[in-house]
């Protein structure tokens, strides 16, 4: 599956870019490989247009805000949330207002932190996490860009058999490859993953686990949301509950960006976040240098192109839904031509 060749990739929620990093003023982000303007207009709201002016195609993230709306760079025309050309400063006094000039829009929302973005009419609405409420406190984490395919990110997040061997120098056990049994149940936007994994308990994680054992268990309930988006809520003997929330947002076949941030039910007298972010990036570099050697498209219907074992199920499953959906809507599609 290459990501930008997926039509059906443009129908689901991604976040893009943090909503703070907005502030100063626009910025670019390549989403499935359209060029795409972020911005906020004059209450705080985000928006996300083409970056392409409609005058002489200058990119419009090189502009600037006015007026609570985005203003071009090149010759200061002013665009709306939704496109429309607003304002040309070049017209006399009495010619302003809105015109019929624009230039495409897309969905755009504030969640978690974040923009989130969709290009086509979304089938599912940006997940509800739980960790919002009272008790929780969100950490962010990671904003970067991986070079590999999203759906190898999420797999890998829900694979019970690398913790031995790509996790060997932070929380895998070589002496105890085996992975641990899980169940899956099943939902119309991803699934629910349920396991018992025993894991080492390194130094960096007794601090922050506040536990001294050398050893502990992760009690784990994994959520993925089609495409590229997952929670993962690990429960630990003691009571600590570090929920990991990982989007992996496609931005053209070989790269994904990486948005990661955590919720911790301690406090940051109990645990500083600097440190919670230090294991958590040992984790993710130890991912990263395997993921960013696979194959960065994707079979879905696998073939005898990959082979599986029994603990691949979750991966495999993620395969069938996605090719299941995409099949259905070729299926409307044709259905609708006719």
Known sequence: MLQTATPLLRRFWYPV????????GPKPFTLLGQNLVLWVDGEGRPAAMDDRCCHRTAKLSKGFYSNGWLACGYHGWEFAADGRVMRVPQRPVDRQGATNMRVPSYRAEARYGYVWVALEDPLFD???FEEEAEGFRRIDEFYEVWNCAGL????????NAHFAFVHRASF?????????RSEVEEYPDGFLFVTEVPVRNPEI????????SDTTVRHMRGRWYMPFLRKLRIRYPNGLSHSIVTA?????????QIVQFVYRNDTEADA??????????????????ILESTDWDVPLDQAGIEMNMPSDRPGVLMRRMLLQVLREREAGVKAAAE
């Open 152 to 159: 190898r990110v999420m797999e890998n997040s829900f694979d």
């Open 17 to 24: 870019i943090p909503l703070v990093d907005l502030a100063d």
């Open 248 to 256: 992996a947002t496609p931005i053209d076949d070989q790269r994904c």
């Open 172 to 180: 895998g056990d070589q002496g105890h490859p085996e992975p641990a």
């Open 126 to 128: 940006i997940p509800d």
């Open 272 to 289: 500083k976040a600097a440190d919670i972010i230090a294991f958590d990036r040992q984790v993710t570099e130890e991912d990263r240098e």
């Open 205 to 212: 994680q007794k601090k922050v686990l506040r536990m001294e």
